[in-house]
């Protein structure tokens, strides 16, 4: 795909300064990008490579004076340069579309419900009493259990495993060996010190515009539903364990792990290897810093958390400026008591 | 499956107050459950509910006294709740109940030993000389490696992967896109700066009524076995390193590691996300609370541990109140420097 | 295979005596092995089972002077114990050797390019447009999409996931269910509260001899590529997020955790469970432990580092330390605060 300055200037409502005719087929980093690359210029730190980048045309925002010409053909003024940076790579992305229809290959039961435009890679598996929403593409190796609903226009990466009678919404997209509708961990202790496995015949219910990492697993609840809101989105390899409730545009990073029953709020920001323990509620809006222990509920909306277990951001950024010179506090001490002694 | 009020009340050995003939359908969470339900209260918290949940059937603690009538049709009064409910959720359980049979779309090699009843989903593959008992399911898209020996009445789920020369025992459960018996993680480190690949030639033997997570590892030993003692339950996302053990009825929640080499106890109860080094051996009834990095062997059996490296549990604890108040602690150490000072 | 005594000195270059005569046809640990066992005394701790073991062949450093004569029919004194075992497993390792050729029920696209030797297993699938070097296997069940190219001489274990466009390099060992260049975790929050997907067009680069632990995920570029140095060694459950960059030889334990952005550094040795911020650079030689998180970029070679934030590892021994006396240091200070409000 080519496209000119001025037409990419019109899509954005940019202003163009330069060769409005200036062509380019691919998007490129500023310090890389060459003829032919659209670049972008979105944190002032590469300021310098603004200027001798050999892209084709550059993007920047409203307020970039260039103290000196830029060697691009054309530079793009937007409000917005990130927001037109993700609007431009749409346009230039065409990785992983599935085929249209159903693959010879394919194993889909009779008794499902196929919308218009499916798509059902080679070795993949619809089981029976199914339904697929228009437009969803399932890729190569994946399994669908029975009595699965899935919504619209998702789309599902290879080797995804939904277990039976999970529900996903539209638009949800779902990356290679996500897990959705394992079974919960429940096991009773017994006198002679066995585990009995406490069946688990609940379900794992996705809302609309879910988006799932790779490898990451989500585990049905015991009884009722584990529920991930709308807009949600888990990165690689987390952990949601039965029960488990995550609220709308809530986003977490990779390897975090939430144990059984907890409620997380709409539009929380969990940050990667942090851990949140069983049957806590965790207000709207909290912020947790990456490798935390949340061992609490958490009631004011808003909290930004650090820590294991997990303590008000700053309070532990203050003692943990403490901690760091313990060992000469201690001297201190010792310094203190010594001299006390003598008096 | 409809039962009877009487009919459960006789099934658990408990008490029946009200209706013996009321029916239930499903079982229901206390703040939700409709007609039809059969609901618990199990937590004191949720006694309010008690009174107002319309199911019809309400399962209690024999100490329960209501403070008013109770709207469920019947109460059933038990000594072990939790208890109950699991054997009831095994009556109303019916999830991914494998076909019987052979797929004709899996791939079984003419060399393996089939028992009675044995599942071989659609695109499974069993390779040569693996031998299955009678009962075992592997469900679709399983992979079975050569010499592989498997027990009787194991359920394997989609995506579960198997290497070459593994054992699972009787009764196992894996769960979605395990793998059992990938390489160790084994280099040795070359005068100009490379790794050389140690080959792993062990295996990995699971014992009987082993039930693992969704996406855990368990690496092959290097020599030997890494070994999966009888009863041990393992969540998801687990990693098991190569020759590690693990001992009888040890439970480890979800993204808990454990080095090359390590031995943990039986009856032990790890955390999820805690961490072990390599070559430690940690006694019987150990308990990890989850994040703990378990740095060196534990040989007081029953010992509770917390922190990283990992201190007793009461320890922790005590020391971490007084870095909350670093801070202040600091201060005054900084008052009593300047009041001696002046003095 | 049987192999002599005198044969395997030969081979490593070391001195025998005894039998060498002595046949073995199989490695053995040392409290363990039996007739015909390899077996070797590597770490001092075991040396009494060098008196003891009934294994045909014992392996021994060049210093070691039997206290009492040893039980093997042979004894073989090498320089360097851990090498002559790698060596020696070497030979013995029969483990996953996949047949030669494209199974029948494999999908292979007509438009690819497939060098000599290649073995594409049952059930896996290679999209159009890739191209594989010579004698690289692909096991089951494996998932290679369009436009990647993979090198010669590798190992792909069942069900990895290779998404489009990614490369990788001559003898690469991915073990089962790994997925390179699934989406970065990369969105634009909204006015609204949403969150709007910035697409993901870049990919993965592994270079030569990488090997990457089974369930590991490596996303995808933004825009250019995540980058895998020669020689890496990555564990199982390792998450790599896009535009990473991990240097030549360096190895990453099980479970840890890079963010976008970031840049490591040659020959460095990462911990289990050690956790990387986005955006930071990370000096050659730099050593993580466990459970660590680096915040911030590391600038010196060879620091070793501890803690989460990470410190000087010393520093954090020298911090924790007192920390594990906290309780009694605080005794100490409420003394003094009393002693000196008496004076």
Redesign the interface.
């Known amino acids: 795909m080519q496209i000119a300055a001025k037409e990419i200037a019109h899509l954005l409502g940019g202003v163009l300064e330069g060769d409005g005719e200036a062509l380019v087929d691919h998007?490129?980093?500023i310090e890389?990008g060459g003829a032919g690359a659209l670049t972008f210029l979105a944190n002032p730190k590469y300021e310098t490579f603004a200027y001798d980048t050999p892209a084709s045309v550059l993007l920047a925002h409203t307020d970039f004076t260039p103290a000196r010409p830029v060697a691009a053909s054309a530079l793009i003024k937007v409000n917005d340069v990130?927001?037109a940076?993700?609007v431009l790579?749409?346009k230039?992305?065409?990785?992983?579309q599935p085929s249209n229809g159903i693959s010879e290959?394919a194993?889909v039961h009779p008794f499902t419900t196929l919308g218009k435009g499916v798509a059902v890679g080679?070795?993949s598996?619809v089981e029976e009493e199914s339904k697929i929403g228009d437009g969803t593409a399932l890729?190569?190796?994946v399994?669908v259990?029975?009595n699965v609903e899935i919504g619209r226009d998702c789309i599902f990466?290879?080797?995804v495993?939904i277990?039976?009678?999970c529900k996903i919404g539209d638009r949800c997209?779902l990356?290679?060996?996500v897990?959705i509708g394992?079974?919960g961990?429940g096991?009773?202790s017994q006198p002679d010190?066995?585990?009995?496995?406490?069946?688990?015949?609940g379900n794992v219910v996705l809302e609309d515009?879910v988006?799932i990492?790779?490898?990451t697993?989500i585990?049905?609840a015991?009884?009722?539903s584990t529920i991930i809101r709308k807009?949600v989105?888990l990165?690689?390899?987390v952990?949601v364990?039965h029960n488990v409730e995550i609220g709308?545009?809530t986003?977490v990073?990779?390897?975090a792990?939430f144990?059984g029953s907890t409620k997380i709020g709409?539009?929380c920001r969990i940050g990667?290897?942090a851990?949140f323990?069983g049957h806590i509620t965790v207000a709207d809006g909290t912020q947790v810093q990456?490798?935390s222990?949340v061992a609490a509920s958490v009631k004011e909306p808003g909290t930004a958390l650090y820590g294991?277990?997990a303590?008000p951001y700053n309070?532990y950024l203050?003692?943990?400026?403490?901690?760091?010179?313990?060992?000469e506090?201690?001297k201190?001490?010792i310094a203190?008591?010594k001299?006390?002694h003598q008096?």
């Open positions: 998007p490129g980093k890389e990130y927001d940076v993700r790579l749409g230039f992305n065409n990785t992983m290959r194993s080679i070795f598996i890729l190569p190796q399994y259990g029975k990466y290879p080797g495993k277990y039976d009678g997209v990356h290679a060996n897990v394992s079974d961990f096991f009773a010190g066995r585990y009995s496995k406490i069946p688990q015949i515009d988006e990492g790779a490898n697993t585990d049905r015991t009884l009722g807009g989105k990165d690689n390899l952990m364990a709308e545009n986003v990073a990779a390897q792990g144990a709409r539009q990667g290897q851990g323990v990456a490798q222990g294991s277990p303590l309070n203050r003692s943990y400026a403490i901690f760091k010179k313990l060992p506090v201690f201190k001490i203190l008591e001299k006390l008096k």
